[in-house]
Every structure is written in structure tokens, then in C-alpha cells.
């Protein structure tokens, strides 16, 4: 095993660290735990893990505010997870259980929480872009100060909606940072081998969309980038682009032998760059944990887990009625009648 290089001074304090472990091995867990119930067969469909990008999304969320948007592609059980929404409900969602956020219907990909302003999981490669430059456009509408974080990946870049989006979102000056999560395969393609800038981000440049290239394995790199890119938008000066450069430890699905690269690559990744072990370091380093302390955080989040898995086996199917609700929406108040 390669030797890790000692842990940088953090910028936050010992209880924030801790939230941040917390926060990611929550993640790490209940994405393992979702791995088993899908090889049980309790998940059906596709399921896309979040193993090893853990940092990207927990450091943004610690850069946003209470009524700040976000909206993500289909590997989006972490962004979940970091923006509030009860373990209970994703793991009930994710095994088509009444008991899942969108009472069983949507599965993996397609869930969503108004309360916690996570607006999907979307399974269309890059859909999802347009509709959060259109959360936005709505804030900005409405003269508040939210933010909208539209989630895509390196494969989603290489798509043209992605930049008919740029041109409005800069256009119309809209509060949006474009989260480009790039862990370096687009499904089985490295992005060497698919995309013909090295670094995304540029591609912002010819719309005047400001831009950098974040580290995603160090979550405290990714707060700290995430507040410089929230407070470009909320000064109303428009988009702009983060490229966090993170990595995926498992398959672009479970269905995935990830045979495009090397055992080697995938463990050089774990021993030197994991961003849970890097906050661990961190606490047990600096002293603001013991080996005790995370052994109780790491029981609690196994506890949380299994008990998420155990709440989605005891929550039952849907009805057959369910198949026939949330397909329109009154578009009249109550009472009104359409006149001719």
C-alpha cells in the first residue's frame, strides 16, 4: 500500500470535520447496503452507486443555504442523502416500496422531495441541465437569492443541451453553478478518449461563464469552491462552472464488470486519494477525534443503515391504484370551471 501523505490543516472546525465524516459514511454505507439488496434482488432496474465521489456532493451542501435547489443525473442516492432526505425513504423508494418518497414508482432514478428542494434524479443523459437553468429562472423571477446546483457528468458535457443551456443561463444571468462531476469514465469511456478539451470547464468560456477545476476526493476543497461559486451567483453575476475532478470505485452500474480499467488504478485511488479516509486522517491527526469517537459514529451509521434496509423489506408494495395517481396535475383552483 502506497503511504498517505499527511493530512493538511483543515479550514472548518472539529465539529464541522466530524459532520463531514459523518455525512460521507453515510453515503459509503448505505450505497454498500444498497449493493446488497440489489445482488438479493430486492432492487430492480438499473442502480448506479456513488462509492468514492462522496466529497463532491456532501462539500457543496456544506457551501449552500436552506432553500437552495438542487437537480442531478441518475446516480443521485448521495445527493439525496446530503440534502436531508430520511435513509428510511430512499432505501423504501429504491426497492419499489410504498414507503419511498415517490411511493415506489420512480425507483433509483427518479425520485424527489419538495421539502428538501432535491428535484430528481434523472435517467436522460444530460436532461437534467435545462431543468435546473429552469429551477433558476424561477428564483430569479421571484428577486429571491437561491441557487440552483445542476448536477451533470463528463459523459453529459459532450451533450448539446448542455450548451444551449450555457447560452440562456449566461444570457439571462441566471443563479446556477453547473456541477460538472467528472469521474473520469463516461460509462466504459475515459474521458482522454471522448472529450477534446482536458479540462470541461473551458467550454463555459466562449458564454462568458466563469470557471475552475475543484479536487473531489477533498471535501474541504470542495466547500471552499463551492462558496466562491454561490456567492458569484447570489451577487447576481450569473452562472457559473465547477469541474470537480473526482473518481467512481465501482461500475458505472451494478451491471458493469468495469473491465475498461485496472484493478491497480481503482486501489492506487482507495489507499492514496479516499476522501472519507482523508477526513478521518484529518480528526485522528489533528486530534479533534478518537479512534473511539469514530468507532461510535461508524456503529450509528451502520445502525441507520440496516435499519433503512429493514424499514423498505417491511414497507409493502404499492397499490395497483398507485398506477393511476401523479399522471396529471389540476391546473385550475378548485371549483373553477374551464369556460368555452
Not at 480528526?283 to 443503515?305: F, N, R, W, Y
Request: charged share 25%; proline share 4%.
Amino acid at each position: 500500500m502506497a503511504a498517505r501523505k499527511p493530512a493538511a490543516k483543515p479550514n472548518v472546525s472539529p465539529e464541522e470535520l466530524k459532520q463531514y465524516y459523518r455525512d460521507m459514511l453515510l453515503i459509503r454505507r448505505f450505497e454498500e447496503k444498497a449493493g446488497q439488496l440489489y445482488g438479493m434482488g430486492l432492487i430492480g432496474g438499473f442502480c448506479h452507486l456513488y462509492i468514492g465521489q462522496e466529497a463532491v456532493v456532501v462539500g457543496l451542501e456544506a457551501a449552500a443555504s436552506e432553500g437552495d435547489k438542487r437537480v442531478t443525473s441518475y446516480r443521485d442516492h448521495g445527493h439525496m442523502l446530503a440534502c436531508g432526505m430520511d435513509p428510511n425513504g430512499v432505501m423504501a423508494e429504491l426497492t419499489g416500496r410504498e414507503g419511498g418518497y415517490s411511493r415506489g414508482k420512480g425507483g433509483s432514478m427518479h425520485m424527489f422531495s419538495r421539502e428538501k428542494h432535491f428535484y430528481g434524479g434523472h435517467g436522460i443523459v444530460g436532461a437534467q441541465v435545462p431543468l435546473g437553468a429552469g429551477l433558476s429562472f424561477a428564483d430569479r423571477y421571484l428577486g429571491n437569492d437561491r441557487v440552483t446546483f445542476t448536477y451533470f457528468g463528463d459523459g453529459a458535457a459532450n451533450q448539446g443541451q448542455v450548451y444551449e443551456t450555457f447560452n440562456m443561463a449566461s444570457l439571462w444571468k441566471l443563479p446556477v453553478v453547473f456541477v460538472i462531476e467528472n469521474n473520469q469514465y463516461a460509462m466504459g469511456t475515459s474521458q482522454k478518449r471522448s472529450t477534446s478539451t482536458e479540462d470541461i470547464h473551458t467550454r463555459g468560456a466562449p458564454f462568458g461563464i466563469p470557471g475552475e477545476v475543484v479536487d473531489g476526493m477533498d471535501v474541504l476543497a470542495v466547500k471552499e469552491a463551492g462558496e466562491k461559486a454561490v456567492a458569484h451567483c447570489r451577487a447576481g453575476k450569473g452562472p457559473y462552472i465547477l469541474e470537480i475532478k473526482t473518481y467512481r470505485y465501482r461500475g458505472h452500474s451494478m451491471s458493469d464488470p468495469a473491465k475498461y480499467r485496472t484493478r491497480e488504478e481503482v486501489q492506487k485511488m482507495r489507499d492514496e486519494r479516499d476522501p472519507i479516509q482523508n477526513v478521518r486522517d484529518l480528526l485522528l491527526q489533528g486530534k479533534h477525534a478518537s479512534e473511539d469517537d469514530l468507532k461510535a459514529i461508524d456503529k450509528e451509521i451502520k445502525d441507520i443503515v440496516n435499519a433503512s434496509a429493514e424499514f423498505a423489506k417491511e414497507s409493502p408494495e404499492p397499490a395497483l391504484e398507485e398506477l393511476w395517481t401523479d399522471i396529471y396535475a389540476d391546473a385550475l383552483p378548485q371549483g373553477d370551471a374551464v369556460k368555452a
